[in-house]
């Protein structure tokens, strides 16, 4: 038998003992449509937490949704019953000092859909969300491109953070589904000028099929070797989307003086190290990236200009009740995957 869950208890039961929510926020209900399976579910898969945030059973994950709006309570704010919408799974308060500096990502009382003691996830068949946290997608959009969406957003707005010109030579490390979503942002800006590398062959096929100007696996060269050859006066930024100690040392290898590395990915340790002479002498500044902000409609954007995904970054689609297989397909990097994606 199917499960129902509805999470409006959790959204706005606790968030309203945390503040005073503002009579005036919407909830919109949802039938899922699909769920990607993201790298930091698999952090919760295998170490059961992220840094402090702890595991505590039962609890439901997930966090890259898209569903049909089945119910809208309140004004329905343009949206329609029965339109397929993207899932944003930040909760803000709104009225911090963040919220009003427009920085709703870093809100004082963020609650995250999927995140362990915050709101439960979204790897269900029904939730109840806050309309401003639903995103109409364009009707050639399949459930699982709007599912896509949500990493995209984080793609996006790395790329905004990452104050990038056309010109910049860029590396960026690791080219799972995040470092495909800083690719996909970078060229839809008009940056085409992209050094990717990873250490699954298959991964760097997939994107180069986009159009990179070189690729490389780091436990068969050099990078920075290699890059030396090719690129002598260094990049000006590098992206690190996977979370490794090694690539960040390789980060600060590849960039030129005076050049960013924006950290995306997250280490699975609490603590990462850099060396500083090497960081100090290039003068190098380091750009973190929480989720995203303002970035869900630029998202849409980017994956109705990259559709079909289906090819090279959607690989793989789940029953719901096949989401163990889904984990350990991810968890393995199994038959070439590279974001899964379950269907209720
Ligand atoms: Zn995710
Ligand atoms: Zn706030």
């Not at 397929?84 to 308060?93: N, R, W």
């Not at 690719?183 to 839809?188: A, D, E, T």
């Not at 005076?258 to 100090?280: H, T």
Request: glycine share 8%; net charge negative.
């Amino acid at each position: 038998m199917k499960t129902v869950k509805l999470i409006s208890k959790q959204a706005f039961g606790e968030f309203d003992e945390m503040m005073p929510v503002p009579d005036n926020i919407n909830k919109v209900l949802i039938k899922i449509a699909s769920i990607g399976v993201c790298g930091s579910d698999m952090h919760y898969f295998k170490h059961g937490r992220i840094g402090d945030q702890v595991v505590e059973y039962p609890y439901t994950i997930g966090h890259e949704a898209s569903g049909y709006i089945e119910k809208i309570y309140g004004d329905s704010f343009g949206l329609e019953v029965g339109q397929l919408v993207a899932i944003e799974p930040a909760v803000s308060c709104g009225q911090c000092d963040q919220c009003r500096a427009g920085r709703h990502h870093t809100c004082r009382h963020i609650q995250f859909m999927g995140a362990p003691g915050q709101i439960e996830g979204l790897m269900c068949e029904h939730v109840t969300v806050p309309i401003q946290n639903v995103f109409p997608v364009p009707e050639s959009f399949s459930p699982n491109e709007a599912a896509f969406v949500e990493p995209m957003s984080i793609g996006a707005y790395a790329v905004k953070l990452g104050q990038i010109s056309e010109n910049d030579n860029i590396g960026i490390i690791g080219v799972g589904p995040i470092g495909m979503s800083v690719l996909l942002s970078l060229k839809y800006w008009g940056n085409n000028r992209q050094y990717v590398w990873d250490k699954l062959d298959y991964r760097l096929e997939n994107a180069k099929k986009t159009g990179v100007l070189w690729s490389g696996n780091p436990d068969k060269i050099k990078i920075q070797k290699e890059l030396q050859k090719i690129i002598p006066e260094e990049l000006d930024v590098v992206f690190e989307c996977c979370g490794e100690q090694e690539a960040l040392d390789t980060a600060l290898e590849v960039l030129k003086p005076g050049g960013r590395l924006v950290i995306v990915g997250i280490p699975a340790e609490d603590r990462i190290s850099f060396d500083m002479g090497c960081l100090r002498r290039k003068e190098i500044s380091i750009i973190n990236v929480r989720r995203q902000n303002h970035s869900v409609e630029d998202a849409i954007k980017i994956v109705e200009h990259f559709r079909p995904l289906d090819d090279f970054l959607i690989t793989h689609t789940f029953n719901y009740d096949q989401t163990n297989e889904a984990f350990k397909l991810v968890n393995d990097y199994a038959d070439n995957v590279v974001k899964a994606v379950i269907k209720f």
